[in-house]
């Protein structure tokens, strides 16, 4: 059953309620689906203010929506709405569409079949009429906008500011080949005196995923230098956070038995202890054993982890977990031992 559109009479109210507003005409009424439709009616492209109720950012970009030229450049091309990043529709949408959002405020900007044309992430220091106007015709030209930038790659481009740009912008939409690659080209681009920048440390906080990635692989065996330089605490969250997402990453599922033990040495490196290595990484070292043949050292690693307050549901899932990873019997007999216990 074809879903009804929305009457044209009702499109155009949508339209005229934003009218008397100043600067930017945010669309007060209806969904994302009559946003757009309202879009196609009027023949624009759709913006979308990606905002939190209780973010302060979000909160001080409102009277630099409400500014004129701002407003002038938005109504002629876009039809307006904010994004609540809280309400199930934006979590819905964001899903659909295969897309992060790292903070607030974030521009979305579609064309009018909502295909993505440019994301821009906003910040205290982007709070300007001449921002919010640039990133509204970064994403009206084709050779500019996000979505041109893996063209952009492959046309030979390999330009720092570019390469960092659409590093960023691949892990934002959860393109994690292309962040890998194309944060590896920027790391081998640049001397390692540099390193250690204010820049490189927010490409590591913000950008990288990888723990090959020869900017992390620097800053693990340099901590003292980032360390003297940056607050300790947030160097060990970043790197604990790049080695995590590398671990729990389609990747992690492939590690070597030797590669699990290089990512407990770098844990170990940032202070973490070896009762929270364990149990932050005993199924992908469990997995990488099992497949090496390795069985009874697979089965110390998961008995390790076992103390008296492991309770039914733990037994359950590690037996589970044994046999759908390994037919060796020592391990089976093993696996069907916590099964009772986990009854």
């Known amino acids: 059953m074809k879903r009804a559109l929305p009457s044209i009479a009702v499109l155009l109210l949508l339209s005229l309620s934003s009218i008397a507003q100043r600067g930017v005409n945010f669309i007060s009424g209806g969904n994302l689906r009559t946003v757009f439709d309202l879009a196609k009616v009027q023949n624009k492209a759709v913006f979308l203010e990606a905002y939190a109720p209780t973010c302060?950012?979000?909160?001080?970009?409102?009277?630099?929506?409400?500014?004129?030229?701002?407003?002038?450049?938005?109504?002629?091309?876009?039809i307006s709405y904010k994004l609540d990043m809280t309400s199930?529709?934006?979590?819905?949408?964001?899903?659909?569409?295969?897309?992060?959002?790292?903070?607030?405020?974030?521009?979305?900007?579609?064309?009018?079949?909502?295909?993505?044309?440019?994301?821009?992430?906003?910040?205290?220091?982007?709070?300007?009429?001449?921002?919010?106007?640039?990133?509204?015709?970064?994403?009206?030209?084709?050779?500019?906008?996000?979505?041109?930038?893996?063209?952009?790659?492959?046309?030979?481009?390999?330009?720092?500011?570019?390469?960092?740009d659409y590093g960023y912008m691949a892990r934002i939409l959860k393109d994690t080949v292309m962040n890998i690659t194309v944060l590896k080209t920027y790391a081998k681009s640049i001397p390692t005196t540099q390193y250690t920048s204010n820049v490189n440390f927010a490409v590591l906080q913000k950008a990288i995923m990888d723990d090959e990635n020869p900017l992390f692989v620097y800053m693990i065996n340099h901590l003292a230098e980032f360390n003297a330089k940056f607050d300790k605490n947030l160097v060990k969250q970043t790197?604990?956070?790049?080695?995590?997402?590398?671990?729990?990453?389609?990747?992690?599922?492939?590690?070597?038995?030797?590669?699990?033990?290089?990512?407990?040495?770098?844990?170990?490196?940032?202070?973490?202890?070896?009762?929270?290595?364990?149990?932050?990484?005993?199924?992908?070292?469990?997995?990488?054993?099992?497949?090496?043949?390795k069985s009874a050292e697979a089965i110390k690693i998961l008995e390790s982890i076992i103390d008296a307050k492991t309770d039914k549901a733990s037994y359950t899932y590690l037996s589970n977990f044994v046999k759908s990873r390994t037919s060796d019997k020592a391990a089976l007999a093993k696996a069907n031992a916590w099964a009772t216990k986990g009854r």
């Open 88 to 164: 199930p529709e934006a979590a819905g949408f964001l899903q659909k569409q295969n897309i992060w959002i790292p903070s607030t405020p974030t521009l979305l900007f579609f064309d009018k079949d909502v295909k993505l044309m440019h994301i821009a992430i906003m910040g205290e220091n982007t709070n300007s009429p001449e921002a919010l106007i640039s990133s509204a015709m970064i994403a009206l030209n084709p050779q500019k906008r996000a979505t041109g930038y893996k063209a952009i790659y492959q046309s030979g481009n390999r330009t720092t500011n570019f390469l960092i």
């Open 56 to 78: 302060h950012v979000c909160m001080a970009f409102k009277p630099t929506f409400e500014n004129q030229q701002v407003g002038d450049i938005y109504n002629k091309n876009y």
């Open 239 to 293: 790197a604990e956070n790049i080695i995590m997402y590398s671990l729990y990453s389609s990747r992690g599922n492939k590690y070597s038995s030797a590669k699990i033990a290089q990512v407990k040495a770098n844990l170990a490196k940032l202070g973490v202890t070896q009762k929270a290595i364990g149990v932050r990484v005993f199924r992908e070292e469990a997995t990488a054993l099992f497949r090496e043949g």
